[in-house]
């Protein structure tokens, strides 16, 4: 994660806190634990296919279509 969500990470947490208690934010993390775990598998696969040659990049996207739109939407960012 770069500074910059890092950050913001923080200060939506600080605000969620001041707002509704530190037992919040810890529900939130709980609740959300593995939404985020999903979305790091998720990731780390986009940009494992990246490296790989046009062919087996196309192939794998082909048996695997769900991991289409956020293999393009990682090659805008």
């Keep these: 994660m770069d500074n910059r969500h890092r ?8 605000l969620i806190r001041k707002r509704d208690g530190r037992e919040r934010v810890d529900e939130l993390r709980k609740e959300l ?5 999903e979305a790091m598998a998720k990731e ?29 939407l990682r090659l805008r960012s």
């Design 7 to 14: 950050r913001m990470l923080k200060r939506i947490t600080r």
């Design 44 to 72: 780390t696969i986009c940009q494992l296919i990246g490296r790989e040659k046009l062919r087996k990049r196309m192939v794998f996207l082909l048996f695997h279509p769900r991991y289409i739109l956020p293999y393009l």
């Design 33 to 37: 634990r593995e939404n985020v775990f």
